[in-house]
């Protein structure tokens, strides 16, 4: 467990810092990423050096689905093992990161558009730590995480985001952590093992959004519904394409956007990242 004295160095006031924070967004696939080492954990492990260090880590997780807005203020938040089915050696994982209630305060107050509750119960969930872990695997950087209000319109949550663009400026890393493409009915179990096999309706529709992306054309991204027959097979239901809206919403107009991890896996699912900024 990280000592109260390591946290306390984390309770001061944000201080704003000199380079803007670039924001991810995380195609985090299986909890298994959280122990294999493979393609996908490399490249986080990777990215963590390439960008700068940062003073805390915002993640909004497609596994937080909530009715109204909440934010973990917790000084050390629990490791969630919310899944079933996997090896024990998963549910073993510990993830010790410290919390920042200051953060978590601070986030709250930028939000005008949502009532934020300032949560003590959640902690970090699989789509937050499997990441974290692998970036920083000395659990010293405090660790947040944004739940995802799902009574509102995916304008809303794009919108919202962008209130959220001052912790750029103050170091912390905001990261949308779900997947492009995400239909784990239509799943090739026999192909599970072959990373780079899809669908073609789930590789059309992910070089679909990586295009908009690109061109910086986020509307019809936000009106993912009215993009056609492959949209509604690659988004059967919105919790793991909404994180993506939030790290768009966070794009300044000066930043550059690139892709990593862009393979599609196991038929129906892609593992399409995006680095913006940096």
């Given amino acids: 467990?990280?000592?109260?004295?390591?946290?306390?160095?984390?309770?001061?006031?944000?201080?704003?810092?000199?380079q803007l924070m670039p924001?991810?967004?995380?195609?985090?696939?299986?909890?298994?990423?959280?122990?294999?080492?493979?393609?996908?954990?490399?490249?986080?492990?990777?990215?963590?050096?390439?960008?700068?260090?940062?003073?805390?880590?915002?993640v909004v997780s497609a596994h937080w689905f909530t009715k109204g807005t909440r934010v973990t203020a917790m000084d050390f938040p629990e490791t969630i093992h919310d899944f079933g089915g996997f090896p024990q050696a998963l549910f073993d994982v510990q993830y010790p990161a410290p919390g920042n209630p200051v953060l978590a305060k601070e986030t709250a107050?930028?939000?005008?558009?949502?009532?934020?509750?300032?949560?003590?119960?959640?902690?970090?969930?699989h789509g937050a730590w499997t990441v974290v872990r692998r970036m920083y695997p000395d659990a010293k950087i405090p660790v947040v995480q944004l739940s995802i209000d799902y009574t509102r319109?995916?304008?809303y949550h794009f919108d919202l985001a962008k209130e959220l663009y001052e912790l750029r400026k103050k170091g912390v890393l905001i990261?949308?952590?779900?997947?492009?493409?995400?239909?784990l009915r239509m799943v090739s179990w026999a192909k599970i093992n072959e990373p780079g096999y899809g669908y073609d309706w789930a590789l059309q529709m992910n070089d679909?959004?990586?295009?908009?992306?690109?061109?910086?054309?986020?509307?019809?991204?936000?009106?993912y519904e009215s993009l056609g027959a492959e949209s509604r097979l690659a988004i059967p239901t919105p919790e793991h394409y909404l994180?993506?809206?939030?790290?768009?919403g966070l794009k300044g107009s000066k930043d550059n956007i690139s892709f990593f991890n862009d393979k599609a896996?196991?038929?129906s699912l892609t593992m399409t990242s995006v680095l913006i900024g940096g």
């Fill in 1 to 18: 467990m990280t000592s109260l004295s390591a946290f306390n160095k984390f309770t001061d006031d944000l201080k704003e810092q000199d």
């Fill in 23 to 58: 924001v991810l967004f995380i195609g985090h696939g299986s909890p298994m990423n959280g122990i294999e080492d493979n393609e996908f954990s490399q490249r986080w492990s990777q990215m963590a050096k390439e960008i700068p260090v940062p003073a805390a880590v915002l």
């Fill in 109 to 125: 107050s930028l939000l005008h558009s949502a009532k934020v509750e300032l949560d003590h119960d959640w902690g970090l969930d």
């Fill in 153 to 155: 319109e995916p304008q």
């Fill in 175 to 183: 990261m949308g952590s779900g997947n492009m493409v995400h239909n």
């Fill in 208 to 223: 679909r959004f990586k295009q908009l992306i690109s061109d910086g054309d986020f509307k019809p991204l936000i009106n």
């Fill in 243 to 248: 994180p993506l809206l939030y790290s768009l």
């Fill in 265 to 267: 896996i196991a038929g």
